[in-house]
């Protein structure tokens, strides 16, 4: 979906057509006052204050329509400049913008304002020549907003709104806001009964539900596999970590911001881990090793606890507790290279499991200038910088770099995915950190028999379990694939009469395979028992009625066909086992 924000043409015509917006709404609702109206990213919207008026859907189409008769008469858009004393005189009526030229600082501050027709607002532009540029707009719903965002203040209304250049791209837009809609994992998530969220508990504190929870455990289970098999050694650490335990890895001056509060107890601070690699170095320390034990490879799925903004808060996808599907590498420096190319490797390996497709790799660099941010040692950044560069040359990986984006500690590489729907975010990262292994005063005794500093890569393959658990739900519409799926068969007896015992015997059957069996005995008719089973998005639906009975065979629907297939027992669990096997997507 197109970024608005980052399209210049586009980002003038949604600014523009905030102002047109706002023109109509002042024609049909006298005395509404306007706070502010931003491009977005999804488009535009503006806040308003219509007293005791609420907008509903149906407002919308008139508002829509007064746009539109506005848009035909087609008034230019006039830029003009007044001074701060002219405009708090020109907008005394109106307490939200006597709000913003009162932030301006200077007396003698030249304000700029745009007037289409008999409608004037406060802008800095640019904007369209003329009304007329905009034909191809659509409302798309309304909200609440608190002026300024804070809570104490009035409540505004929020109506938010897209404008495109011809009428097939805005066409082309909303079908991809539907798609949209039907993949979005909260509302699937809901439906899915996968996992909840109460604000009695916790904004940005998701619950999973029992079914959500199997899809949670598989995926545990299977990075923690492909882990074991390499080397790694799962681990597991307090969720919880004195202050001066990130006092002394940095994490307290670099990222306090982001952490919760910390608690006062018995004369010691202690604050809920936003990350885990100081736990990881704890245990690295709690005995000294030999150049012959390295690499070690410690692994966890870790709890962490991250004061996200509310606005930023989106499901399980961007949550203030989520699980990460960490692990810290201590290495010599000549391990550097195998050790990252190894977990570059298995990222690639596990996207090659998952049909991951779109996504582009991020070398994520310090800024030098930055002082403040950046552990101060440019050699280390250089040596440790050119490391990275050096193994994604190697293996043939096409990468772009970004300055400012590492960690305070050390150059990464960031992968990043671009969704079905949304803009991308990072889910696999690797970093390379010469830096906290000194701050932990982290050793091992080389072959020579002196005591060196260890190296730590710190990496996530599937990010945070959370994040990755919304992708998958978002890229296969909730239709996970059976290894996946917290019912992988679903049995229904044609008549509870006749064939539910049948039907008891094979759920047990299957449940002694360790297939995720479900029975939908009600006294309803099949078709409708179909049908919900379809909507419950399950791998396979048994249909049992006299003929199988009879047969002892089963009848079943896969997930996406309408057609019936009849097999035996046997070829029915092998192929379940052969597709569970593979991760057939």
Not at 75 to 95: G, T
Not at 308 to 332: P, W, Y
Not at 555 to 579: Q, V
Request: charged share 30%.
């Amino acid at each position: 979906m197109i970024n608005i924000k980052e399209n210049e043409r586009l980002s003038i015509l949604n600014h523009s057509c905030a102002h047109l917006m706002a023109h109509a709404i002042s024609n049909l609702y006298p005395g509404a006052k306007f706070w502010v109206g931003p491009v977005i990213e999804e488009g535009f919207y503006y806040d308003v204050d219509l007293g005791d008026t609420v907008i509903n859907d149906e407002d919308l189409e008139k508002i829509e329509k007064e746009m539109k008769k506005i848009s035909k008469d087609g008034k230019r858009m006039v830029r003009h400049e007044i001074s701060k004393k002219e405009a708090l005189e020109q907008f005394k009526n109106d307490p939200y913008k006597i709000d913003l030229i009162n932030r301006m600082d200077e007396e003698n501050t030249i304000i700029s304002c745009y007037t289409e027709g008999d409608f004037t607002d406060l802008c800095r532009g640019p904007h369209v020549e003329s009304v007329k540029e905009l034909k191809h707009f659509k409302l798309l719903k309304t909200s609440g907003a608190y002026f300024k965002g804070d809570s104490k203040n009035k409540m505004l209304q929020r109506i938010y709104g897209v404008c495109f250049e011809t009428l097939e791209d805005l066409e082309n837009h909303l079908k991809e806001l539907e798609e949209a809609k039907m993949r979005d994992h909260r509302k699937l998530g809901k439906e899915l009964d996968l996992f909840m969220s109460d604000d009695l508990v916790g904004r940005g504190l998701p619950m999973f539900l029992p079914k959500g929870y199997i899809v949670w455990q598989e995926l545990e289970n299977y990075i923690k596999e492909k882990e074991r098999k390499l080397g790694y050694l799962h681990v597991m650490t307090p969720c919880v970590g004195n202050v001066e335990l990130y006092k002394t890895s940095g994490h307290w001056e670099h990222y306090k911001e982001n952490m919760f509060p910390a608690m006062e107890l018995d004369g010691e601070s202690f604050v809920l881990r936003p990350m885990n690699c100081p736990h990881h170095m704890m245990i690295y320390a709690n005995k000294l090793h030999s150049y012959k034990d390295l690499p070690i490879r410690i692994g966890e799925i870790a709890h962490d606890f991250r004061y996200e903004a509310s606005g930023a808060i989106k499901g399980i996808e961007r949550g203030r507790h989520f699980c990460q599907n960490d692990a810290h590498l201590f290495v010599t420096p000549e391990q550097i290279k195998s050790e990252f190319e190894s977990v570059v490797n298995l990222i690639f390996d596990v996207y090659k499991d998952f049909n991951i497709t779109n996504y582009r790799c991020v070398l994520s660099l310090r800024d030098p200038q930055d002082k403040e941010k950046y552990h101060p040692d440019d050699e280390m950044w250089n040596k440790a910088e050119d490391e990275l560069r050096e193994v994604l040359n190697s293996l043939g990986i096409e990468y772009t770099e970004e300055i400012g984006e590492a960690a305070f500690y050390g150059p990464k590489l960031d992968v990043n995915v671009k969704p079905a729907v949304g803009n991308e975010y990072t889910l696999s990262t690797c970093q390379l950190d010469f830096c906290l292994p000194e701050k932990f005063d982290l050793k091992y005794v080389d072959k020579d028999g002196v005591k060196k500093t260890p190296v730590v890569l710190h990496r996530a393959i599937l990010g945070s379990l959370d994040r990755f658990m919304a992708y998958i739900i978002e890229e296969t519409k909730g239709a996970f694939p059976l290894w996946l799926s917290p019912v992988q068969v679903n049995i229904l007896p044609v008549n509870n009469q006749y064939h539910l015992e049948y039907a008891k015997e094979i759920k047990e059957w299957l449940d002694n395979q360790d297939i995720r069996t479900s029975l939908d005995d009600r006294e309803e008719k099949v078709g409708y028992r179909i049908r919900e089973s379809v909507m419950k998005k399950n791998p396979y639906t048994l249909i049992l009625g006299q003929k199988e009975v009879d047969n002892k065979n089963i009848s079943y629907r896969k997930y996406g066909s309408e057609d019936t297939i009849t097999l035996s027992k046997d070829e029915f669990i092998n192929l379940l086992k052969d597709e569970i096997k593979n991760k057939s997507m």
